[in-house]
């Protein structure tokens, strides 16, 4: 659909593999024999196009759009700013869309299941499930009642009277409502056709595939025979649909129930409710248990297609399904020309993967799901990198049957999944168990006999084999307790003289405080609140500073009008770019052999670099960085060459023909350990120093020493890298429309290679994405392909190769040795940060220097002393990311404080107060720093998050439960804003008046989701005192504003407000005469009469930038402008034998001087801080040891999606606080919220010392970065935990 024929292009293409949600699109189809149609949502990047014969798609454009009518949904997406680049947007509409053509008014539950598939890097979601609550039954209040009170009626006591706040941030009476007669019908077309057209064999023919769609299950079996090495393909979420009908049934029979093998997920999910329901507890624990792991399996859309047959028979180790039903007895029918058969399920998986149990020719027909038994309990269990959506780690199925009456194992049946390569059975370690009592000797030897029985491989793509082994075991004890619990319940029935009686069995069952773990995390709809401070009474209502305005561009992005580079219409003669990327960190190119690609389809050139007309190489620092590789690569993802051809696929085919032979070079560095140990570093090394740290350490109480390792993290943009160029056809000029946040430096790379760029556009862009050096190549490359074909070309890079190519946020490690009294009070400091820059500099040193001056975050340390070094490794060039490097630092620092805590035994908060800014002080660097606001924050969020009560809550939660642990922390934050440099703050604007009064606007600012064009323009919108809907926006070009600086470090708005503004005064200096002349006069009085005068109506806007500056040999200066300050408390709740965890609450304080606009704001925060959560608990890179990246895409890398989310979200603005250093009092805000995620690193610290001091384990314990549940079950060490060390002794 987003193919140039049809131009349809509102879909949007974010990974290719079902895992982002970007693309999905609805389904309609019309059963005849019911008469029924069904809606649902799937993804398109998996549909293949021959099975939708027959079926209606409905794609954003189909919803609504501006040009005709659009959508409730559409609409309230956009007007509660759930919307910010608005990649991910279209496909939200769509999820949400389904769901309401099915249940016009769905549950909560429905809501936010609907959703589990769609990921969105930029709002933080909170937006989006509060456009989504406006469609829901219930009611839309926060339903907090912690203080008896909900969010509707709190905000009396919440806030100081004389402030005026305000806590909405849209207004649900605009909304058009929802009505379901208006929605589009399914084509009479299609149904008449569905209705008379007799079935008939289809067959499409392709360039390289034939597709067969057969009617019956006798031709289908008669096709296996023709062609046993075809693919089934039903979902394709497997092999990479066909309902077929046949197998597409389900039946209830008197030993349980049969569904056909090409039911969807989804059906299954609903038969299996349905069941459930109808038929008593004890017939229905395998259902329960299947239906388990069917709510959190993939995301809606996947469910729907997938199907359960597919899932089954691809016998893949992550199956959810196959450990359950395995170990339940499910059986498989099976058929092939003229034979059927029924197999045991665990059958399939008896020797290991590929095993011949099912031949080529056979096809499943349908599976049967018993009812258990009395006596027989069954459960289900998984645990992933993320809640949702995400393939398990480890999962596994488990059944028990008792000897009727007793607790005496008749049966026992234990298969898992996620260990081997596919589901594997613990058949001795059953055997041997079967007759014994359900005890704890039981559960001990069990554990043991499970662990030597399934024995797992080395680790081969950076899973730890010690975290799958303890879920193996925590899997079976979480079993143990739930039968249990289950056999003290159980009732024994006898007769005697026609009477019934009850005998209770008096098992002893589990501890209370066990009770707990038995319920899994459950994602709710979050509730939240958004609190602002209102504008003042005097302000005029046509001024929109101050307010909640939309997203200039939020309903075209929900309509899906909203133009990226791959859906710019196509050009003519147009060619597409495919690069070839080095599969080796470090080695010298011995030859490219490019024949084999030349030769294929399309191709028109491979371009290496013999074909760049200047020099390779361009410089973004003092080192050069190379565009293509010369003689030697130096990291895995290095573009070496590229391929040239008629269409992405094309080249994307002949690029995977291009032989490139290497010779590996010693040393590979892909650590920072092995950086150091190889002293490979880039210069300079910086260092900063206060006070006299040495003499410091003599004196004080206590002295630690630590050391954390925080790794990297990707930027995930929804929109991959993507560029255009488009040559003008004359004195080698080119347009070219690139995802860049610098769009000067393009074009003076450009320059570099003898290109003159008449224009380099910035078009939409994703979340903040800061273009990586290596992209910049690419990017430059654009300019070679454009010299060689003379046409236009076009990259849009996939997800994967994405991934592979560029960096992303700098892995630290960091060591600290802090001193400080018995009372709490830190008096010195030294820091070493270890900084991996990968193989080329970029802006690592800036990093490195900003993780310097930022590492005092809030606190007040009289001696300091911190060096950083920048390592040089063969790992893609990590580059800038939203907060640059104080996410990093900022950890380190609040690490050190949690140690002191430790130490002291005091409370983590207590040291926090102790040692931070108090009065007007300077900070490490000798800048003054006014404190104030810091201080503010820190008590207005103690406050409002009841930190006191809640701790109070939250240690008795624990004494009552075992096995699950909560844990809170508040964490302030001072964040300088500054880039240190003053002309990189210089910013420019152009403002055009038009005769007929209507204005232009353009500025050097580039909009990547954070709302710079629609702050811009309600600053022109003050200025010229004229409404927003007459400024219209430009997009931002080298053209219109030249040497733009980059859009970095939260200055956008500040710089480039300023810019707007003086263009403005400009202008309104030149109307005044005229003004003056006519004051009652409207403006297009002023305008038209302007214009006769002669008066110009265009004038441009700049801003010189700040005074900013470091002098690093002193180690002083005022690189920052001023500083953002905050506070965040959060509560987590941790399952201690999974690892896993949930948010339960976050409450955010920000001041962010007057807020230009709050919405916006508020979105940068919350958007930011959930991205924070990502970096401090799950985004886990991981490579070989070789250098290739693993995680390359949505399946493997996790950010945080709706489940995510804290369950309580709270964002306040502080109020009554201003800044002269920017436009209107403002501040900046894109990157300050991001720190804040921290806060639940340490709520899940300190659950983690909660289990700790429980279990009497040793107190100081060392969690790095990201805190997923591998490293928070290693940290709560058991009986289990110890059972896998000493297993892993013996086996040494
Ligand atoms: C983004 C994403 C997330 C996912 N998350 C999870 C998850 O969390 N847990 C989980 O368990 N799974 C997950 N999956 C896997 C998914 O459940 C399976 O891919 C799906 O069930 C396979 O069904 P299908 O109809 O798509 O199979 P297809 O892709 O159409 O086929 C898969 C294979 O099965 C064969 N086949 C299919 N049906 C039959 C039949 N009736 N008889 C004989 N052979 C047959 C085909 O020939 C093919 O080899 C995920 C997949 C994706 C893409
Ligand atoms: S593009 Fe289809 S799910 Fe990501
Ligand atoms: S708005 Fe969701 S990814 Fe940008």
Redesign the pocket.
Request: zero cysteines; glycine letters at 18%.
């Given at each position: 659909m987003t193919t140039f024929s049809v131009c349809l292009t509102g879909t949007k293409y974010g990974c290719g593999?079902?895992?982002c949600g970007a693309c999905t699109v609805m389904i309609s189809t019309y059963e005849p024999a019911s008469k029924k149609i069904r809606h649902y949502s799937a993804?398109a990047c998996?549909l293949p196009i021959c099975s939708l014969y027959g079926a209606a798609v409905t794609t954003v454009e189909g919803v609504g759009s501006t040009k005709t009518r659009i959508h409730p949904v559409q609409e309230r997406l956009a007007k509660c700013h759930g919307s910010q680049c608005g990649f991910c947007t279209p496909g939200m509409v769509m999820s949400i869309y389904t769901l309401l053509r099915n249940h016009p008014e769905p549950t909560s539950e429905q809501m936010i299941a609907a959703l589990a598939g769609n990921l969105c890097r930029c709002t933080g979601y909170r937006p989006i499930l509060d456009a989504c609550k406006t469609f829901c039954k219930e009611s839309i209040c926060c339903q907090r009642k912690a203080n008896g009170k909900c969010c509707l009626d709190q905000e009396d006591d919440l806030f100081d009277n004389k402030e005026k706040v305000s806590t909405s941030l849209f207004s649900t009476d605009e909304f058009q409502p929802l009505d379901p007669t208006q929605e589009l019908i399914f084509p009479p077309e299609l149904m008449r056709m569905a209705e008379n057209q007799p079935k008939r064999t289809l067959v499409f023919h392709g360039e390289r595939v034939t597709w067969i769609s057969p009617v019956s299950l006798d031709e289908l079996l008669d096709l296996k025979i023709a062609h046993p090495k075809a693919?089934?393909?039903?979902?394709?979420?497997?092999?990479?649909?066909k309902a077929?009908h046949t197998?597409h049934f389900h039946n209830l029979l008197v030993t349980g129930l049969t569904l056909g093998?090409?039911c969807s997920?989804s059906l299954v999910k609903d038969i299996l409710t349905n069941a459930i329901a109808e038929f008593p507890e004890e017939k229905t624990r395998v259902f329960c248990a299947v239906l388990q792991?069917l709510r959190?399996?993939?995301?809606e859309q996947?469910r729907n297609?997938?199907?359960?047959?597919?899932?089954i028979?691809?016998r893949?180790s992550?199956?959810?399904?196959n450990p359950v039903l395995a170990a339940s007895n499910c059986m498989l029918n099976l058929a092939s020309r003229g034979q059927k058969r029924q197999i045991p399920m665990s059958d399939i998986f008896a020797d290991g993967v590929g095993n011949n149990t099912?031949t080529p020719e056979?096809?499943?027909?349908s599976i049967h799901i018993p009812y258990s038994r009395k006596g027989e309990y069954v459960a289900a269990f998984r645990q992933?990198p993320r809640r949702e959506?995400?393939?398990?780690i480890t999962n596994a199925g488990m059944r028990v049957l008792f000897e009727e009456g007793t607790d005496i194992i008749k049966d026992l049946s234990i298969f898992y999944g996620g260990a081997v390569l596919t589901t594997v059975c613990a058949k001795q370690t059953c055997q041997t168990l079967t007759g014994r009592h359900w005890n704890e000797q039981m559960l001990d030897e069990a554990c043991r006999l499970v662990l030597k029985e399934i024995a797992l491989p080395g680790s081969t793509d950076g899973e730890n084999v010690d975290y799958k082994k303890t879920l193996m075991v925590s899997f079976f004890y979480r079993f143990f307790l739930e039968v249990s619990q289950s056999l003290k319940t159980m009732v024994n029935y006898f007769s005697c003289n026609s009477l019934t009686f009850q005998d209770p069995c008096h098992f002893p069952g589990i501890p209370m405080e066990y009770g707990s773990v038995l319920k899994d995390f459950k994602t709710r709809m979050p509730q939240s609140i958004q609190i602002y401070q209102d504008v003042g009474p005097s302000q005029s209502p046509q001024d929109p500073v101050g307010r909640p305005v939309m997203h200039q561009s939020g309903i075209k992005h929900a309509t899906g009008e909203a133009v990226y580079i791959d859906d710019l219409p196509p050009v003519d003669g147009e060619l597409f770019l495919a690069a070839v990327t080095s599969s080796r960190a470090h080695a010298k190119i011995v030859s490219i052999d490019t024949s084999e690609a030349l030769k294929g389809a399309g191709v028109f050139d491979v371009i290496t670099v013999h074909d760049v007309p200047a020099a390779n190489e361009f410089y973004f620092s003092d080192d050069p960085e190379i565009i293509f590789a010369r003689n030697e690569v130096i990291c895995v993802g290095q573009i070496v060459c590229a391929v040239v051809a008629d269409s992405d696929v094309h080249a994307k085919q002949a690029a995977a023909k291009v032989k490139i032979e290497y010779e590996m070079l010693e040393p590979v560095i892909l650590t920072i350990e092995e950086a150091i140990k190889h002293n490979s570093f880039f210069e300079p090394k910086r260092k900063l120093e206060q006070g006299n740290v040495e003499e410091a350490f003599e004196t004080v109480d206590n002295i630690i020493e630590g050391e954390i390792c925080i790794g990297g993290q990707k930027h995930f943009y929804m929109e991959t890298q993507s560029m255009l160029a488009v040559p003008k056809g004359e004195d080698e000029e080119m347009d070219l429309y690139v995802s860049t946040q610098h769009p000067a430096i393009i074009q003076v790379m450009l320059l570099h290679l003898s290109y003159f760029s008449t224009g380099i556009r910035s078009n939409q862009f994703p979340t903040e994405s800061e273009p990586t050096e290596d992209l910049v190549k690419s990017k430059s490359c654009r300019g070679d392909c454009y010299s060689i074909t003379s046409r236009a070309v076009r990259l849009i890079l996939s997800r994967e190769d994405d991934m592979v190519i560029t960096g992303g946020r700098h892995p630290f490690i960091a060591k600290y040795k802090v001193g400080f009294m018995n009372d709490g009070r830190i008096t010195a400091v030294d820091a070493k940060y270890y900084v991996n820059g990968g193989c080329t500099p970029d802006e690592s040193v800036l990093v490195a220097e900003v993780s310097l001056l930022k590492i005092d975050n809030a606190y007040k340390i009289p001696n300091l002393r911190c060096w950083a070094y920048v390592c040089k490794t063969n790992l893609p060039s990590n580059t800038a990311f939203r907060g640059f490097g104080f996410p990093q630092s900022g950890l380190v620092t609040e690490t050190w404080i949690t140690d002191v805590a430790d130490k002291t035994g005091l409370s983590p908060e207590k040291i926090r107060e102790i040692n931070m800014y108090k009065k007007n002080e300077q900070t490490h660097f000798k800048q003054k720093l006014d404190p104030q606001n810091l201080i503010r924050c820190w008590n207005e969020c103690m406050e409002k998050s009841a930190y006191c009560s809640r701790r109070t809550a939250i240690n008795e939660f624990n004494k009552q439960n075992y096995w699950k642990k909560r844990g809170i922390a508040i964490v302030p934050m001072k964040f300088p804003f500054g880039v240190s440099t003053p002309y990189l703050s210089q910013a420019a604007a152009l403002v055009h008046i038009y005769t007929d009064g209507s204005v232009l606007l353009t500025h050097g600012g580039i909009e990547m989701g954070q709302g710079i064009h629609t702050k811009m323009i309600q600053v022109a919108s003050r200025e010229l005192n004229i409404p927003m809907s007459s400024i219209h926006f430009c997009e931002t070009s080298t053209t219109t504003v030249p040497n733009a600086c980059a859009s970095i470090g939260s200055a956008g708005t500040d710089v480039n407000g300023m810019a707007v503004k003086d263009a403005c005064q400009t202008l309104l200096k030149r109307l005044q005469p005229i003004i003056k002349k006519n004051p009652t006069g409207t403006w297009n009085d002023w305008i038209k009469e302007a214009f006769k005068q002669s008066v110009s109506l265009s004038a441009t806007g700049y801003f010189r930038g700040y005074n900013e500056y470091m002098d690093w040999e002193k180690g002083e200066g005022h690189p920052f402008t001023y500083f953002i300050f905050g506070a965040a408390c959060s509560e987590v709740e941790i399952n201690c034998l999974t690892g896993d965890h949930k948010n339960l609450r976050t409450d955010i304080i920000m001041d962010i001087g007057c807020s230009i606009n709050p919405a916006v704001d508020i979105g940068q925060i919350e958007g930011a801080f959930v991205q924070g959560i990502g970096l401090y608990t799950m985004e886990e890179l991981k490579y070989s040891s070789e250098g290739v990246l693993y995680t390359r895409g949505?399946?493997q890398y996790k950010i945080p999606a709706v489940c995510d989310i804290p369950e309580q979200f709270s964002v306040s603005l502080l109020s009554s606080s201003q800044n002269p250093y920017a436009i209107y009092a403002s501040k900046g805000i894109g990157e300050a919220g991001f720190f804040l995620g921290c806060s639940v690193f340490f709520a899940l610290r300190d659950a983690v010392t909660s289990v700790r001091n429980e279990r009497g384990l040793k107190k100081t314990f060392a969690l790095n970065s990201p805190l997923t549940a591998e490293q928070i079950r290693a940290n709560c060490a058991d009986a289990f935990t110890e059972m896998v060390r000493e297993g892993e002794e013996g086996s040494v």
């Open positions: 593999g079902g895992g993804n998996l693919p089934l393909v039903v979902g394709n979420t497997g092999v990479g649909n077929m197998l093998a090409a997920l792991q959190t399996l993939g995301g996947i297609v997938a199907s359960f047959g597919g899932n028979i691809s893949k992550t199956s959810d399904l099912i056979e096809v499943l027909v992933a959506n995400a393939l398990p949505p399946d």
